[in-house]
């Protein structure tokens, strides 16, 4: 009886990797004509929304590994799209904040992401999102017990 659960969650997982493995290949191609990758144009919509955060935030925030934040934010630093400010109480700590430039670029990025879901959503019956949706949350609930 468990190995049947374990075989059955192992599908699942399977299908949510294969999901995900399209979804990034699908956004890849379509934002293949912006100045920034989709990790970072969502990275700058977040940095927009939450002013002043940390780089811990960030890592917390997209489940990423320091290491990899770090090098994204060189890189968004280095294009002129955020700016890094030691913080007033803490010369330990750097707050992110977005440039003008950076939030032409989430202008851009959202339009793209928009236009994006909207595709998507055109694959997919609504229906069927109105089964998923409950179901995942509960999954995500469990899982994080």
């Known amino acids: 009886m468990m190995a049947d659960k374990v075989e059955k969650f192992s599908e699942v997982m399977d299908q949510f990797r294969s999901y995900i493995a ?8 379509e934002i293949k004509l ?9 990275t700058l919509m977040y940095i927009q929304a939450n002013p002043g955060i940390i780089q811990r935030e960030l890592a917390d ?16 630093e280095r294009d002129g799209y955020i700016e890094r400010k030691q913080d007033e ?29 909207k595709k998507l959503s055109e694959r997919v019956d609504e229906g069927l999102i109105d089964q998923l949706l409950p179901l995942l949350k509960e999954l995500n609930k469990e899982v994080r017990k």
């Not at 925030?61 to 968004?76: E, G, Q």
């Not at 977005?98 to 992401?113: A, N, S």
């Open 61 to 76: 925030n997209f489940h990423l590994r320091n290491a990899s934040v770090t090098n994204m934010l060189k890189n968004l």
């Open 89 to 117: 109480k803490s010369a330990r700590i750097k707050r992110i904040y977005i440039t003008d430039l950076g939030k032409q670029q989430v202008v851009e990025i959202e339009k793209k992401f928009d236009a994006i879901l």
């Open 22 to 29: 399209f979804s990034k290949r699908f956004y890849g191609d």
């Open 34 to 42: 912006s100045n920034v990758t989709p990790q970072q144009g969502r």
